[in-house]
């Protein structure tokens, strides 16, 4: 979803459900995307990437799709745990250049 | 390792004071950079240093805000005067490289300027 005000788009998922976090990035020359996981109070996370010559990334219990044709990025979280509640962001950047931010997501786990 | 260690961790002044935040990043790492989050802008980048060296300050919103890189182990972002619209959460982050995979974040310094 958008950001509107104040609020961070937020994604309620039970403990076990997949869970599919969405991003849509700004530059459509963007090379390299990472998602990062912000618990409260922590500075953000690398949780992992992808450079633009790909369209699936795995890690352990995550991947990351990426769709150039329409500036889309998600993240899937297999099996949610309580653990994985945070804000979870995308950041983009084009060859050298630092990284641009999304606003961010945040992913409620109930148990 | 310990990490990118950010000082102080929460600070609530006055409009009008100065406000020092403190960072050193981790050994070896030659790229730093200081990030404003507030919930209305995310996560915005304000200046970052290679090898000491300011590179690009065009996220600094003012003249009222400087920082500096005087070694490799140490650098500040201040605020002079403070003014309430600069509360936010102030990160600083380093990297071996200018973006990737190796910017490791601290946990920040949380400002409250009231």
């Known amino acids: 979803g958008e950001s509107v005000g104040l609020h961070l788009p937020t994604l309620s998922v039970q403990e076990g459900d997949n869970s599919i976090i969405n991003c849509a990035y700004s530059?459509?020359?963007?090379?390299?995307f990472i998602w990062y996981k912000q618990e409260s109070g922590k500075g953000p996370q690398f949780i992992i990437d992808?450079?633009?010559?790909?369209d699936k990334r795995q890690g352990q219990r995550v991947t990351v799709l990426l769709n150039k044709t329409v500036k889309h990025l998600s993240l899937q979280i297999a099996a949610t745990q309580p653990g994985d509640s945070a804000v979870y962001f995308c950041?983009?950047?084009?060859?050298?250049?630092?990284?641009?931010f999304g606003k961010g997501t945040m992913l409620l786990v109930s148990p | 390792d310990a990490g990118v260690i950010q000082s102080p961790r929460h600070e609530v002044t006055e409009m009008g004071q100065e406000v020092t935040l403190r960072c050193k990043p981790i050994?070896?790492?030659?790229?730093l950079f200081w990030y404003r989050q507030t919930m209305m802008r995310g996560l915005e980048l304000l200046i970052y240093?290679?090898?000491?060296?300011?590179?690009?300050d065009s996220g600094m919103p003012e003249d009222r805000f400087s920082a500096k890189m005087p070694n490799a182990s140490f650098s500040t972002l201040k605020i002079q005067p403070s003014e309430p619209r600069d509360s936010a959460v102030y990160f600083c982050?380093?990297?071996?490289?200018?973006?990737?995979?190796?910017?490791?974040f601290g946990e920040g310094s949380w400002l409250t300027v009231v």
């Open positions: 982050a380093s990297s071996t490289t200018r973006s990737g995979n190796t910017i490791y």
């Open positions: 530059n459509s020359a963007s090379d390299y």
């Open positions: 992808i450079r633009s010559n790909m």
């Open positions: 950041a983009e950047s084009l060859g050298y250049s630092t990284l641009t």
């Open positions: 050994s070896g790492h030659d790229y």
């Open positions: 240093f290679n090898n000491n060296v300011p590179i690009d």
